[in-house]
Protein backbone atom coordinates (compact mmCIF):
# COMPACT_ATOMS: atom_id res chain seq x y z
CA UNK A 1 0.00 0.00 0.00
CA UNK A 2 2.81 2.22 1.08
CA UNK A 3 4.50 2.14 -2.69
CA UNK A 4 1.15 2.84 -4.35
CA UNK A 5 0.97 6.29 -2.59
CA UNK A 6 4.42 6.60 -2.61
CA UNK A 7 4.21 6.74 -6.84
CA UNK A 8 1.12 8.69 -6.56
CA UNK A 9 2.80 11.38 -4.48
CA UNK A 10 5.75 11.34 -6.86
CA UNK A 11 3.60 11.24 -9.70
CA UNK A 12 2.05 14.64 -8.16
CA UNK A 13 4.39 16.30 -7.37
CA UNK A 14 6.13 16.14 -10.89
CA UNK A 15 6.67 19.54 -12.20
CA UNK A 16 5.91 18.15 -15.92
CA UNK A 17 2.56 16.77 -15.31
CA UNK A 18 0.10 18.77 -17.33
CA UNK A 19 -3.48 17.92 -16.39
CA UNK A 20 -6.52 19.07 -18.63
CA UNK A 21 -7.90 21.22 -15.89
CA UNK A 22 -4.73 23.45 -16.57
CA UNK A 23 -5.13 26.31 -18.62
CA UNK A 24 -2.53 25.09 -20.91
CA UNK A 25 -3.51 21.66 -22.26
CA UNK A 26 -1.43 19.45 -23.98
CA UNK A 27 -4.07 20.53 -27.18
CA UNK A 28 -1.96 23.88 -28.63
CA UNK A 29 -4.50 26.51 -29.40
CA UNK A 30 -5.71 26.70 -33.06
CA UNK A 31 -8.20 29.09 -35.05
CA UNK A 32 -9.22 26.88 -37.93
CA UNK A 33 -10.10 28.94 -41.16
CA UNK A 34 -10.12 28.71 -44.56
CA UNK A 35 -8.12 31.15 -47.46
CA UNK A 36 -10.64 33.46 -48.56
CA UNK A 37 -9.39 32.91 -51.97
CA UNK A 38 -10.85 29.32 -51.10
CA UNK A 39 -14.15 30.53 -48.89
CA UNK A 40 -15.35 33.07 -51.16
CA UNK A 41 -15.84 30.93 -54.28
CA UNK A 42 -17.13 28.00 -52.04
CA UNK A 43 -19.74 30.40 -50.45
CA UNK A 44 -20.87 31.45 -54.49
CA UNK A 45 -21.36 28.04 -55.93
CA UNK A 46 -23.17 27.06 -52.57
CA UNK A 47 -25.55 29.89 -52.76
CA UNK A 48 -25.76 29.41 -56.54
CA UNK A 49 -26.55 25.58 -56.27
CA UNK A 50 -29.07 25.74 -53.53
CA UNK A 51 -31.14 28.48 -55.46
CA UNK A 52 -30.98 26.39 -58.71
CA UNK A 53 -32.43 23.24 -56.54
CA UNK A 54 -35.09 25.31 -54.58
CA UNK A 55 -36.27 26.97 -58.01
CA UNK A 56 -36.39 23.77 -59.42
CA UNK A 57 -38.36 22.34 -56.73
CA UNK A 58 -40.57 25.02 -57.03
CA UNK A 59 -41.32 24.21 -60.83
CA UNK A 60 -41.90 20.66 -59.94
CA UNK A 61 -44.04 21.22 -57.53
CA UNK A 62 -46.43 23.39 -59.74
CA UNK A 63 -46.24 20.97 -62.51
CA UNK A 64 -47.32 18.33 -59.82
CA UNK A 65 -50.28 20.66 -58.80
CA UNK A 66 -50.79 21.22 -62.65
CA UNK A 67 -51.21 17.27 -63.02
CA UNK A 68 -53.03 17.26 -59.80
CA UNK A 69 -56.17 19.78 -61.40
CA UNK A 70 -55.93 17.63 -65.20
CA UNK A 71 -55.91 14.60 -63.37
CA UNK A 72 -59.50 15.58 -61.79
CA UNK A 73 -61.23 17.35 -64.12
CA UNK A 74 -60.53 15.36 -66.63
CA UNK A 75 -61.15 11.67 -64.20
CA UNK A 76 -57.27 10.28 -64.79
CA UNK A 77 -57.25 8.97 -61.55
CA UNK A 78 -53.36 8.19 -62.19
CA UNK A 79 -52.29 11.14 -63.56
CA UNK A 80 -53.65 13.11 -60.19
CA UNK A 81 -52.00 10.83 -57.92
CA UNK A 82 -48.63 11.15 -59.69
CA UNK A 83 -49.33 14.87 -59.34
CA UNK A 84 -49.83 14.42 -55.69
CA UNK A 85 -46.65 12.22 -55.39
CA UNK A 86 -45.20 15.16 -57.63
CA UNK A 87 -46.33 17.75 -54.96
CA UNK A 88 -44.99 15.82 -51.89
CA UNK A 89 -41.12 15.12 -53.31
CA UNK A 90 -40.82 18.43 -54.35
CA UNK A 91 -41.63 19.89 -50.91
CA UNK A 92 -39.42 17.05 -49.64
CA UNK A 93 -36.75 18.04 -51.68
CA UNK A 94 -37.01 21.90 -51.43
CA UNK A 95 -36.99 20.56 -47.12
CA UNK A 96 -33.68 18.94 -47.90
CA UNK A 97 -31.60 21.15 -49.88
CA UNK A 98 -32.65 24.08 -47.44
CA UNK A 99 -31.42 22.45 -44.69
CA UNK A 100 -28.35 20.37 -46.18
CA UNK A 101 -26.91 24.13 -47.73
CA UNK A 102 -27.82 25.56 -44.55
CA UNK A 103 -26.00 23.73 -42.74
CA UNK A 104 -23.13 23.28 -45.18
CA UNK A 105 -22.80 27.09 -44.82
CA UNK A 106 -22.57 27.34 -41.59
CA UNK A 107 -19.71 24.36 -41.01
CA UNK A 108 -18.40 27.28 -43.92
CA UNK A 109 -18.52 30.14 -41.40
CA UNK A 110 -17.82 28.52 -38.50
CA UNK A 111 -14.23 27.62 -40.21
CA UNK A 112 -13.56 31.27 -40.82
Known amino acids: MSQILMNLHTLAADPGLVTLADAVGPVPDFD ?3 PESVNT ?3 TILAWTAGGGL ?3 VLGGLTGWALVAIGHNTERAPMA ?4 QGVLWSLIGAGGI ?3 SSLVLAVF ?3 S
Open 32 to 34: PSL
Open 41 to 43: PVK
Open 55 to 57: ALA
Open 81 to 84: ARGK
Open 98 to 100: GLT
Open 109 to 111: KMT
